[in-house]
């Protein structure tokens, strides 16, 4: 499955290439295709972790309730989440999804010339680009610490929707020192591919927040209003 993927993902990368004609550019935009594809279902996972965050308050107080049965806190939480449309799960749907193309796309960063059938590939994948000289050889510094920084940042957000977990906010420790170690040993494609992914995912975490802000606004705006109009009533009535 994982060959298949890598070679679909290879004809998509082979057709933006003959159209822009630099290796590193067509990795952006494959990257920005890869993830605007997936973009519904992350709006939705961070819908979800926003509702979980806001349930938090009422979840502690369960657990304390209940803190000498399990069962009983464990259903009444679940309660909670049905009576306010939360599904726990629906949070690993993008990841399920992304990971068979991440694994695709990693065989294929990794050794593009088993993938891409075109003698003009050849050449192409060992291009430069800004300061990386082929993007075929690993980058010892700038991409790896890139792609360090940008995952940090990007668990941080994510940990900061969804609760603030510890199991969350372990991995926004160990991912990014993962990636740059082993951003120093892959293609410096793939480096790319991981830097410029996660900027994407801040990016679409900043907007999600401010869509947010936005609709509690209006939501605190509405319940404001509709205050005034029964004090308004009651004011009447006197």
Not at 150 to 178: D, E, I, R, W
């Amino acid at each position: 499955m994982i060959k298949l993927l890598s070679r679909a993902i290879g004809y998509l990368m082979l057709m933006i290439y003959k159209l822009v004609g630099n290796y590193g550019i067509s990795i952006i935009i494959l990257t920005a295709i890869v993830r605007a594809a997936m973009l519904p279902m992350y709006a939705n996972q961070n819908k979800q972790q926003a509702k979980m965050a806001a349930l938090q308050p009422e979840i502690a107080e369960i657990n304390k309730r209940y803190a000498r049965d399990r069962n009983a806190a464990a259903l009444k939480t679940q309660e909670l989440y049905d009576k306010n449309g939360i599904n726990p799960y629906s949070g690993c749907l993008p990841l399920l999804i992304q990971m068979p193309v991440i694994m695709g796309l990693f065989a294929l960063l990794r050794d593009p010339l088993s993938y891409i059938q075109d003698s003009s590939m050849i050449i192409a994948v060992h291009e430069s680009f800004l300061w990386v000289p082929d993007l075929c050889q690993p980058d010892n510094w700038i991409l790896p610490i890139l792609a360090g920084l940008t995952t940090y940042f990007s668990f941080s957000a994510m940990s900061s929707a969804g609760g603030a977990m510890s199991s969350m906010n372990m991995m926004k420790y160990f991912y990014p020192v993962m990636l740059f170690l082993m951003g120093r040993s892959f293609p410096a494609g793939l480096a790319l591919y991981w830097a410029v992914g996660n900027l994407f995912t801040i990016g679409q975490n900043v907007f999600m927040a401010n869509k947010r802000k936005k609709e509690d606004f209006k939501a605190a705006a509405v319940e404001e209003a509709k205050k005034n109009i029964e004090k308004k009533k009651k004011d009447n009535t006197k």
